[in-house]
């Protein structure tokens, strides 16, 4: 059985703030897998779960 | 991700804009009537559009399903900001709308495990209260396997 992984409020809020913050940008283009790990990486989401391959 | 070309990024942003100001998708007939092109291009660019994961078509169609974090049904996350009131994808999508539009809110959700409902608040920029948590099933590494089920 999946487990998965839990964020507390303020982590989740945070994920959002690196994930969306720029989604409305007209220049918005995607993500390379690097600034995905970027992402995590800050907020110490590392591990298989949180893996960009 | 593969680039996009000028032209799909302007209806990228479109689908955007338009969902912030109406809470809801433009119909292909709206972007091919704001573009000046015809529908059948409006779904050439949507299916290349969800080909780069920037936008997410009901299967088998070419109607947006989401533009995340927004969704275009109802869902168990109902964000308020901006003057309007929209539907996130997921949890994490509920935080996701204030983010991308830089502003307070206020979420009214239930929760996936209990059903009960809940309200959290972003104020100044900061969620509250910080009682909760919010459940990932799915690896990154699966999350754009099946979305809906993500």
């Known amino acids: 059985m999946r487990r998965g992984a839990a964020l507390n409020i303020e982590q989740a809020w945070d994920l959002a703030l690196g994930w969306y913050r720029d989604r409305l940008d007209p220049d918005f283009a995607g993500r390379s897998a690097g600034d995905i790990r970027a992402i995590f990486s800050r907020l110490g989401l590392t591990g298989p779960f949180w893996a960009v391959v | 991700m593969s680039p996009l070309t000028a032209g799909d990024q302007a209806v990228r942003h479109f689908i955007y804009r338009h969902f912030v100001e109406h809470a809801r998708a433009p119909s292909k007939v709206e972007t091919a009537d704001h573009f000046g092109f015809e529908e059948k291009e409006a779904e050439r660019v949507y299916l290349r559009l969800h080909g780069g994961n920037f936008i997410f078509l009901n299967p088998g169609t070419t109607e947006i399903r989401m533009a995340h974090p927004f969704s275009c049904i109802a869902t168990a996350f109902r964000v308020r900001a901006n003057g309007q009131a929209y539907f996130a994808n997921c ?23 209990c059903a009960q409902p809940y309200r959290l608040e972003i104020r100044n920029g900061r969620p509250a209260p910080l009682s909760g948590l919010v459940h990932f099933l799915l690896p990154f590494s699966d999350w754009y396997e099946d979305l809906i089920f993500t």
């Open chain 2, 91 to 113: 949890a994490w999508d509920m935080f996701g709308i204030p983010a991308a539009l830089g502003m307070d809110a206020e979420i009214e959700l239930h929760c996936a495990d």
